[in-house]
């Protein structure tokens, strides 16, 4: 059974800091990845999508990466602002199936 | 169109009352998806449907009863909730292959 587990639980930084978002999963037969951002509240905004042939995505200050054969994913965010401050989520997809399997989040506040 | 509109934003209602949640989205996916999220929790799969027919039923309450009228809509017709069945509601879909998930911005349901 896969299990998605992420590394903080909670992170608080001040603006401007470089971080590292961390999730593992136990089962590496794995579709994609995706990260979320969830602000409080309200729906999931997706980040970046990485499928199970790459290595890595990027989008603007947001860099992700994965490692299917140890089982890891970690989102970079560059230069973190005020405005980043939120929860997210990994979630994995597996080969056979439709379901998606989140890890329980990182809530990340930037401090001004 | 790129995004999933989920309609009520918000619903309270009484543990005797019948009410419908509805999600729609014109991007073309062919699965849908109802989450359920309480607080400080990642989201679970309720349902999925594929190609307008259901095809997981993660072991959801008969209360909670689905329906995908057509390929752009889902309902989640509700009777009988009770005060646990309160949390946020998320609509889903995705493109067969390699597409990411893409959320509404959900349903705050309150069962009083």
């Known amino acids: 059974k896969q299990e998605v587990t992420q590394i903080p639980a909670a992170l608080s930084v001040p603006e401007g800091e470089n971080l590292v978002l961390n999730c593992s999963f136990t089962d590496s037969a794995i579709y994609n990845l995706q990260w979320f951002r969830q602000d409080p509240g309200k729906g999931l905004t997706s980040l970046l999508l990485i499928q199970s042939s790459q290595r890595e995505q990027t989008s603007g200050r947001l860099n992700a990466s994965l490692d299917k054969s140890s089982g890891r994913s970690t989102l970079y965010i560059a230069a973190s602002q005020p405005g980043d401050s939120a929860t997210y989520l990994c979630a994995v997809r597996m080969d056979s199936s439709y379901k998606l399997i989140f890890g329980s989040g990182t809530r990340l506040l930037v401090r001004p | 169109d790129t995004e999933v509109t989920q309609t009520p934003k918000h619903l309270v209602m009484g543990m005797t009352n019948k009410k419908s949640l509805k999600c729609e989205q014109h991007?073309?996916?062919?699965?849908m998806y109802w989450y359920k999220q309480k607080a400080k929790k990642p989201p679970e799969l309720m349902f999925v449907?594929?190609?307008?027919?259901?095809?997981i039923n993660e072991s959801v309450p008969s209360r909670f009863s689905p329906e995908c009228p057509n390929s752009s809509l889902l309902n989640l017709h509700l009777h009988a909730l009770q005060p646990e069945d309160s949390a946020l509601y998320l609509c889903a879909s995705s493109q067969e292959g390699v597409d990411g998930y893409t959320f509404g911005s959900g349903t705050r349901l309150t069962v009083v």
């Open positions: 449907y594929s190609y307008e027919k259901l095809s």
């Open positions: 991007m073309g996916h062919r699965a």
